[in-house]
């Protein structure tokens, strides 16, 4: 089984301590002297007042009859305790109950506190997407972007905040930066190798326990992770995309530090848990998540409040908290999260099980803290939300409350964001007895429990780009048009440019995979060298092959379909397109060496039988009958024999699959439709694009509509046959199908 264990991932955290640069200290003035104090005081004791039950630091100290009647797991943990508040590890504040503790065994995890530490991160995604070059110098002129790209801010903004909260080994302060491959590649065209330097220097600061301070995330070029084409697609462009962003890391900035976490973050924080397989496969340990796609997978999620987001679909609730559920709104222009603490503010570990073998992945997903980052992009953090946090806190497992933004745009990428509120609101975590730090010195304080295990994370990106809706409406337009009231209805005619763009990239994928096995069947020594393929523009000596990996790589950008149709966003992914198609057709020479290519499955509504909501559905509640659309694309270079769609009901009230769900078995109940299957050639917009840099055809949109009944499950996947025979399946989709109301 492919997996990664806690118990895998120990020699992660193992460093020899790194002594600590202090630059930038200055002396500070000799303290006056301190007048004599009670040895209690010293060393930094509170004791309760005489006559009051015994206490340190706020802690009850148990009296010895009390222990001897508690269970054995029980009294340790109380000594524990009392033991933590005399070193100082627990604040007044923290202060826990003085009645006698429960037994251990009797709770799935550590008890609920009134008030305890949170640990707060600061995440700073860079970016900016590969584009004509006559736009990039006038856009990367500003100059908080260049600031931001060349470490100015970032690194002076890190020297600000352990300069207040202190060099010392055992603080965790550190920065997450996820700085694209498009973005590095830009800036060394601009400046040359001279904005790198500042970079360098923090990447030599580290934690007592060998962390890094400034921890770079991979992230790779800017594709949107919760739409990719699936199977070997996805391992495909999640393999090229870890190398190509890691082969720079260690160009640019030398080999990671020792132990360092292979941490992922998303570009928009859009992900979906059929990524996993892909993830590991590629050595990812953690990824970032929204916590608001945590707090809807909780069964019994309530998603009152959120008016411009459907609910959650009850398919996708598939999570049980063991604690009691705390609600906590934030955001704010109408971009919310609804928050279950703590649940929702911790680390998880996700399994995935691959539909084709029952092999289960599993990878630590990591929530960022989806309504207080958007906050923190636009203002100075309020620092009521982290004490509201903590009122949902847990004993010896802080709340984790990672702030994201975007690090180079808006106001959390100026100066006011980095060098003014950032290490105030550190210094404020730190003199309030909360933490301030980096992911992986989180995951080395506070391993992730081996049974705390998710089964299911709900699709979807970070709320400020689309409110974070699981259809990821922002990247992906659904073929619809307007209906009776202007309600949309699903119309397989109808197309717009996400569409496309999905569409080009399900073809440009399915042809270099299909190079790349050829290449391997002409030389069965060869490998895919992605050393040369960051180099491919550089030399007359590349493989056409590899220079079109590359510009596929750089080409097809989350950005693209987020600012809409411009000129060269439209022209980049067609001429990557068909950058592919023309180096991999010689390889071909008629053959075919891959199975095909499926983008999807997708669905609309979202809810079918139920409310749907949101700029998709006309910013009104809008019911739906029991029906639902299936769509997304194929394409094989050998042709399609055909595509169809699986599906299969469960009628026994279950609202979530089971394992053997999981699976496509070959257990009896799954019904075959033939999708119907439309060419959208002549819809394309070109956008000026001259016939002979266009694509000759693009794949196929299939559809299909399901009628399954109300008040069901019902498992999905479509099936693909090339007319060489190769066969290429879908993950599984699993949707509710309510009962509309009145019914």
Known sequence: MVSLTPSSLAGSFLAAPVPIPAPGLSALPAPAAPAPAPPSAVLGLALSQPGEPLAVNGVAVPTAQAVADLPAA???????????????????????????????????????????????????HLHYPWRDWGHVSGDMASDDKVKATNGEHPVESLRAVLDRTGWKPENPAGFSVSFTAALMEIARKLWGEGWIKRWREAFSWRTGRGSPRMEMLLTGFHFMYGLLPWGPAADALVRWNVGYHETLMREYWGPPAPGQMRIFRPP????????????????????????????????????????????????????????????????????????????????????????????????????????????????????????????SGLDGRPLAMALDTDGDNAWGGGYSSYMESTPRLAQWLDSNGHHFGTIQEYLARYPVPEDDVLDWVEPGAWPNADWGS???????????????????????????????????????????????????????????????????????????????????????????????????????????????VDAVLPLLAGRSFAAPTIWGPSRFPWNPGGENRGELYGWQSRQYGPEFDVFGFAFSAAGLKRVELKWRVSKDGRTAPRAEDLVYGEA??????????????G????????????????????????????????????????????????PIAHVWVGRPAGR
């Open 683 to 730: 819809q394309v917009e070109w956008k000026g694009l001259p016939q002979s840099e266009r694509v000759a055809q693009l794949p196929q949109l299939a559809h299909a509509r399901v009628a399954a009944g109300e008040d069901v499950l019902v498992d999905y996947y479509i099936e693909a046959e090339g007319q060489d025979g190769r066969v290429q399946r879908s």
């Open 470 to 580: 699981p259809q990821l409406h922002r990247w992906l337009w659904p073929p619809i048009a307007p209906g009776p009231q202007g309600r949309p209805v699903f119309t397989p005619s109808a197309w717009n440019f996400k569409l496309q763009f999905h569409a080009l990239l399900t073809m440009a994928v399915h042809y270099l995979l299909q190079g790349e096995a050829a290449l391997k069947a002409r030389d069965p020594g060869w490998k895919t060298d992605m050393g040369r393929i960051v180099k491919a523009d550089a030399g007359a000596a590349r493989n056409p092959w590899e220079a079109a990996v590359q510009a596929v790589l750089r080409a097809f950008d989350s950005g693209h379909v987020y600012y809409g149709p411009e000129t060269d966003l439209v022209q980049w992914p067609l001429r990557a397109a068909k950058a592919a």
């Open 74 to 124: 029980a009294a340790k943990e109380s000594g524990d305790r009392v033991m933590d508040a005399v070193l100082s590890q627990a604040s007044p504040a923290a202060a826990a109950s003085t009645a006698p503790e429960p037994s251990a065994e009797t709770l799935p995890r550590p008890r609920l506190a009134r008030r305890l530490a949170v640990y707060a991160s600061r995440i700073w």
């Open 668 to 681: 009896a109940g799954w019904q075959s439709t033939a999708m119907e299957l439309r060419d959208p050639y």
């Open 268 to 391: 928009e924080v859009g992900f979906s848990p059929e990524l996993v397989p892909a993830l590991v496969k590629a050595g990812v340990q953690v990824v970032v998540v929204d916590s608001h796609h945590i707090s809807r997978s909780l069964q019994g999620y309530d998603a009152s409040g959120m008016p411009n987001v459907s609910p959650p679909n009850p398919a996708d609730q598939r999570n049980r908290s063991p604690y009691p559920v705390d609600y906590q709104t934030t955001g704010k222009d109408g971009r919310l999260t609804k928050d279950a603490l703590p649940y929702s503010y911790l680390p998880h570990w996700l399994r995935y099980t691959d539909p084709a073998d029952g092999k289960q992945y599993k990878l630590i997903v990591f929530p960022m803290t989806g309504g207080p980052s958007y906050i923190a992009g636009y203002q100075d953090f309020p620092t009521e939300l982290v004490d509201n946090a903590a009122k």
